[in-house]
């Protein structure tokens, strides 16, 4: 059965801490990894990975994906009070064409 | 407006009533799904399609039914709700030919009494 894996579920961190948010997956047929936020309404996207080792970056935002280890992580430094939301980690998979999504990662950032 | 929107926004609904929610997107993407949203569970995948009179089952279909008459519309009908299917209900749609991002609706925030 597929399935994506998010850790920590929650965590709490002080403004300008940095953080790295966890994503593993077990999937058939991997065809890309994608991140959302989702702040109490629909989930807007962050990142899209298809390959192993390249960086995506999006200001203060970060992430990268291992293919053979089946990971990826999300780094968020200098954290800012705006952060503060449910990070979601999904696998879109080929042939079916299905998109798995994790639990999420609810970060929460304390002025 | 384009976009993908689901309506309505809210709605409570009693046990063993039937409840249809709305999607309509204006991309032309082929691919449209719903998604359950529950604490504890994450977004989990009701339904699927791949093009107009092509459904295909997710994660949890149970008492539900979808169809997709045409390419813009996707509509979701719990046939005779139950208090378990209390929750937020997300549409999304993708166009894998030319990108893979999952575009959602604003959801519907169900609740069954």
């Known amino acids: 059965e597929d399935k994506v894996v998010q850790s920590p579920l929650s965590l709490v961190v002080h403004e300008g801490d940095t953080v790295t948010l966890n994503c593993s997956y077990e999937v058939t047929n991997f065809r890309s990894l994608l991140w959302y936020k989702q702040e109490k309404k629909a989930p807007t996207f962050l990142f899209m990975l298809t390959s192993s080792g390249i960086e995506k970056k999006s200001g203060r935002l970060s992430s990268i994906l291992d293919k053979k280890e089946l990971f990826s992580i999300l780094n968020i430094t200098a954290t800012q009070t705006g952060d503060s939301a449910v990070y979601l980690c999904?696998?879109?998979?080929?042939?079916?064409?299905?998109?798995?999504f994790g639990t999420g990662t609810r970060l929460k950032v304390l002025a | 407006d384009a976009g993908i929107t689901q309506s309505p926004r809210y709605k409570i609904t009693e046990t063993g009533r039937q409840v249809t929610l709305m999607c309509h997107q204006t991309w032309s993407h082929s691919y449209m799904f719903w998604y359950r949203q529950d604490l504890g569970h994450g977004l989990r995948l009701i339904y699927y399609?791949?093009?107009?009179?092509?459904?295909d089952k997710g994660e949890v279909p149970d008492g539900y039914v979808v169809s997709r008459s045409k390419t813009e519309n996707f509509p979701l009908t719990l046939e005779s709700a139950t208090r378990s299917q209390t929750s937020v209900y997300f549409c999304?749609?993708?166009?894998?030919?030319?990108?893979?991002?999952?575009?959602f609706g604003s959801g519907t925030q169900l609740s069954v009494l």
């Open positions: 999904a696998v879109a998979t080929s042939g079916t064409y299905k998109y798995i």
């Open positions: 999304a749609s993708s166009d894998t030919g030319s990108s893979e991002k999952l575009f």
């Open positions: 399609s791949a093009a107009a009179d092509i459904t």
